[in-house]
């Protein structure tokens, strides 16, 4: 068998796993109220602290105005919150709030629920060399 099988049995199996647990990921952000770009949205601003509506835009390829909408609706739920910077008043940073990092922490405890539910069934061997696998993949993606 060749590189070329292994890779595909790799990229059905890995499909067919995330096919497995989308469903159980996309119930636990509706029940806290999240979308999933919300969740990318708040785990960017989780990673990076603060930044300006034009930055998260860039990140994902959007327009600013979309982020500033969706902005909006988190900060109306009250998971993120404007600040102006203090050099440049005319700046305006979002932020994550107390209630934002909460219910992100939540959200990621269940998530990692559900990714543990799914690898109950591999050994403690053959978890170590899937964390190595996976990180040294993550390594090599270029964005």
Request: with cysteine.
């Amino acid at each position: 068998m060749g590189k070329s099988e292994y890779i595909e049995r790799i990229q059905i199996a890995l499909q067919t796993s995330i096919q497995k647990m989308q469903p159980k990921m996309t119930e636990s952000l509706n029940k806290h109220g999240i979308t999933a770009t919300q969740f990318f949205v708040l785990m960017y601003l989780r990673n990076n602290e603060s930044c300006k509506i034009s930055g998260i835009a860039d990140f994902m390829g959007v327009k600013p105005s979309a982020v500033s909408f969706m902005i909006d609706r988190l900060e109306h739920n009250h998971f993120v919150y404007r600040e102006h910077d203090k050099k440049d008043r005319r700046v305006v940073n979002i932020k994550l709030s107390e209630e934002g990092i909460k219910k992100l922490n939540l959200v990621i405890q269940e998530r990692k629920e559900i990714f543990e539910s799914s690898l109950l069934t591999l050994t403690d061997e053959e978890l170590l060399q899937f964390a190595k696998i996976a990180e040294k993949l993550a390594g090599s993606v270029t964005p």
